[in-house]
């Protein structure tokens, strides 16, 4: 009996250390496992360009900070990981009890990172929404083609980055196109008015006169002279005379016999004032 009981202590101890050593092979292959992925996500494409992102591109830069931070200390972590020992069915328990939770560090890392990294990329895509909401807004009224804002404000909805990147670049090539047209046409409207200012007539850069202001007759004066008429004020830029001093019969040396006279001859000669709308002064000559 004695040799029974101590035969059927052995069997169960050795069960024991049997099921104790399977399950700390188990934990190491976890740990293992979780670490592979965790330095496996470190360098995938995912983490690299949430890496790259510069904090000028995103709406809140401290995203950028704390993924940084993030990643190297996941990168530092001690990537050692101890096996599983033999004999010892307390020293067993134990190492897969610790490699149960390394495996869980790792698999925590990793969603640590993910988290920090969807964080970057979606404060990118909030400030690529807010930029482009802006664009959609100043081009109003500015495109060639309303359809392209149709285009990015859908695109904007979907917060789909790459939609919307294609999207502000068609706003913005039709926005140029419709400027360039604009001052085509607006060079062709001054060229067009300069053209017709140039063809047009001379209409009054010299001095022609006018019908109505120049002088038109004679006055009679006493004496049987004559003066001229008043003249009529010009209204369209004409000439008008100044006004000339009223003529004064000219005193004739007397003739006849003895100082008297006969034939109804006065002794005075009838002289006129005589000229033209040209500015010079009048003469006096003989009213016949």
């Not at 897969?96 to 988290?115: F, I």
């Not at 109505?212 to 004679?218: K, Q």
């Not at 830029?237 to 009223?246: E, F, I, V």
Request: glycine share 12%; charged share 25%.
């Amino acid at each position: 009996m004695a040799a029974g009981g101590i035969g059927g202590y052995l069997w169960w101890s050795h069960r024991q250390l049997t099921e104790a050593s399977g399950e700390c092979s188990v934990a190491y292959d976890k740990a293992v496992k979780a670490q592979g992925k965790l330095t496996e996500y470190l360098k995938s494409d995912a983490v690299k360009a949430a890496i790259a992102v510069k904090g000028s591109e995103v709406r809140d830069a401290e995203t950028v900070a704390v993924l940084a931070s993030t990643v190297k200390t996941a990168s530092n972590t001690k990537t050692d990981i101890p096996g599983c020992p033999s004999g010892n069915l307390k020293g067993i328990r134990a190492a897969a009890a610790q490699l149960d939770k390394t495996a869980d560090v790792y698999a925590k890392t990793v969603s640590e990172v993910r988290g920090k990294a969807d964080a970057v990329n979606a404060s990118k895509t909030d400030k690529t929404v807010a930029d482009a909401t802006k664009v959609l807004d100043d081009s109003k009224g500015r495109v060639e083609d309303d359809k392209v804002r149709t285009a990015l404000e859908n695109a904007i909805k979907s917060r789909d980055g790459k939609a919307i990147s294609d999207a502000v670049k068609a706003v913005n090539d039709s926005i140029k196109a419709k400027s360039d047209a604009d001052a085509k046409a607006e060079a062709e409207k001054e060229g067009q008015a300069a053209e017709n200012t140039a063809q047009a007539p001379d209409n009054g850069s010299s001095y022609t006169g006018d019908t109505t202001g120049g002088h038109t007759g004679y006055a009679q004066s006493q004496g049987g002279g004559y003066t001229p008429a008043p003249q009529p004020t010009g209204n369209g830029g004409g000439y008008t005379p100044a006004p000339r001093p009223t003529p004064q019969p000219t005193p004739q040396p007397s003739q006849g016999n003895n100082g008297g006279g006969s034939g109804g001859d006065d002794g005075y000669e009838d002289i006129c004032w005589a000229g033209d709308t040209s500015g010079k002064p009048f003469v006096q000559v003989p009213c016949n």
